[in-house]
């Protein structure tokens, strides 16, 4: 293959800042670096482009910015939103979700039902990790108060049907007319990957991260609707509406900010470069023998997790990392601590075939060379390991 490449396949972990975003962030550092809290004018500009960020973004997602919370991450994001909601509430509430969520959903309502504020049902998914509307329906209670879904899975890239669930608990809630179902859906795979209009799918709250589109790391964005009661999580100098207290980031999110404005700028040609890329991996590893695909064909255009029979995923990993390329094994927070995928067990993969498994997810600047080389080591290590360990 000639000269080694550096191919970074791993962009559903993180992504590094574009040149555009690190630009809109540098001034922020030592030339415009006041606190937008203070009274002087240093800080009274500063608070003029934090609040033309927040009208920004509610301009592109099609919001009113008092509805837009900036916080330090995806998982603050959506604990604020789970935790800020059943604050409120007077009564043990029932919450559904699914089983393949993000573990910033999942452990935030597990502790929830341990602590015994709530009760909650996880939803099982089929084989492409979608769930089934008609279990929802069913598992619909008097005291249903919040159902959290996620846009797309992290790990295979499952499009759950949002807009049907919006529409749903849309027409539950006109039947209720008290105690509304408050629907949660966690953004951060999804947007600037599939078209995802927040009014139109009946989104009260909506949970975005900077890194995962070319934005800095320390950034994220929930979006609140003006019916839903928030209790903030963090206590302090009652920042952002009170809700999240602290110093705001401004470099942080001025790089949200422009990270946002041009993944959606550039969805629909980023969506079909990376659909073709992502058709041409998946037909090249198709030729490796036994190999199953865990993500489904309709899967978002940037996830594809593969399973090698008889391969350890960490084995071939580390093998791929000896030629210069990154791939992982699935979520980045947990694949340190080596657990078994909690996705893949629930799409029915035994923990032999999990462990088997790794995900590759592509970025808008993934080239087509950086494919065939990753395609070309991906091949060797599977046959060199298969060799070695047979």
Not at 82 to 109: C, K, M, N, Y
Not at 119 to 132: K, M, S, W
Not at 351 to 366: D, K, N
Request: net charge neutral.
């Amino acid at each position: 293959m000639g000269h080694q490449l550096h191919v970074y396949l791993d962009n559903s972990a993180t992504t590094p800042i574009c040149s555009e975003v690190l630009s809109a962030i540098d001034p922020y550092w030592q030339q415009r670096f006041a606190n937008p809290s203070s009274p002087h004018h240093l800080g009274v500009e500063v608070d003029r482009e934090l609040t033309q960020c927040r009208q920004y973004l509610a301009q592109q997602m099609d919001v009113a910015p008092r509805d837009l919370i900036f916080t330090a991450s995806g998982t603050e994001s959506n604990n604020l939103a789970i935790q800020g909601f059943t604050a409120h509430l007077r009564e043990p509430a029932h919450i559904i979700t699914t089983a393949t969520e993000h573990a910033s959903v999942l452990h935030v309502i597990k502790h929830l039902v341990e602590a015994g504020g709530c009760d909650a049902t996880f939803l099982p998914v089929n084989a492409n990790g979608a769930i089934d509307i008609s279990q929802l329906k069913q598992a619909i209670r008097p005291t249903t108060r919040l159902v959290s879904i996620m846009a797309v899975n992290n790990e295979i890239g499952t499009i759950q049907p949002i807009a049907d669930v919006g529409s749903f608990l849309a027409a539950e809630n006109q039947q209720r007319k008290q105690q509304p179902i408050i629907f949660h859906v966690d953004g951060v795979q999804a947007i600037g990957k599939i078209p995802l209009r927040i009014k139109d799918n009946g989104i009260h709250l909506f949970t975005i991260s900077a890194h995962k589109i070319q934005g800095p790391k320390g950034s994220g964005l929930l979006y609140c609707h003006p019916t839903v009661r928030l209790a903030p999580i963090i206590h302090g100098g009652g920042q952002e509406g009170g809700l999240r207290s602290g110093t705001e980031n401004i470099p942080a999110i001025v790089g949200l900010t422009k990270s946002v404005q041009l993944a959606l700028e550039n969805i629909q040609p980023n969506t079909e470069r990376l659909t073709k890329l992502r058709q041409h991996l998946i037909d090249e590893l198709a030729t490796i023998a036994d190999v199953r695909f865990n993500s489904p064909q309709t899967g978002a255009p940037h996830i594809v997790n593969i399973q090698f029979v008889g391969v350890k995923g960490e084995v071939l990993v580390n093998f791929l990392e000896q030629q210069g390329v990154y791939v992982s094994m699935g979520a980045a927070c947990t694949a340190r601590k080596q657990r078994v995928s909690h996705v893949l067990q629930a799409i029915g993969l035994t923990p032999e075939q999990a462990g088997s498994s790794i995900r590759i997810s592509l970025s808008p600047t993934t080239t087509m060379e950086e494919i065939g080389y990753a395609v070309h080591w991906i091949k060797e290590s599977v046959t060199t390991i298969r060799d070695v360990y047979s």
